[in-house]
């Protein structure tokens, strides 16, 4: 099986349990005491309008927007990418901050002290080994070229506007 195909199996046994537009991303009504209840979510990566009871509820109340489904396929898909990947030795740097672990280890978080596989999620494929920041940073701009480069052009108009 294909890399990619691992998680699209795992999500291709998703059935739409809800019909709506796909580009309506909540479906709300209202319960007899006037309360708004969130009634389904469409999932960012399959598309699918389904149960609110199908998605993780974060500690703040929020329905995060990707499926169980799609989320476990994801999680499939990078434990067999760490298999075929070896973790970096002792004098790797992240490739975009060139930050090494020691560095990042002054940080005192225990999340900043390993290396996070860094994936393609349109091909489920390995890119390589980041630290946390540089990868939650590219998970931000959901990997798409032109906002990380409006993100850069922005930073170099301020520095240029303040002679920097």
Request: proline share 3%; aromatic share 6%; with cysteine.
């Amino acid at each position: 099986m294909k890399q990619g195909d691992l998680f699209f199996s795992v999500c291709g046994t998703l059935s739409n349990t809800l019909d709506s537009d796909v580009d309506s991303t909540v479906s709300t009504s209202t319960d007899e005491t006037g309360q708004i209840r969130i009634d389904g979510v469409t999932c960012k990566v399959c598309e699918t309008m389904q149960p609110v009871a199908n998605f993780e509820i974060a500690a703040s109340g929020a329905v995060r927007r990707t499926c169980n489904s799609c989320r476990n396929g994801q999680s499939k898909v990078v434990a067999q990418l760490k298999k075929e990947n070896p973790y970096p030795d002792e004098d790797y740097a992240c490739p975009i901050c060139n930050r090494d672990m020691d560095e990042l280890g002054k940080l005192g978080q225990p999340m900043y002290n390993k290396w996070v596989l860094d994936h393609c999620h349109d091909t489920n494929t390995f890119r390589g080994w980041l630290c946390n920041s540089c990868n939650a940073g590219l998970g931000r701009f959901q990997d798409a070229l032109d906002r990380v480069s409006k993100a850069c052009d922005y930073l170099k108009k301020h520095r240029s506007e303040r002679g920097l």
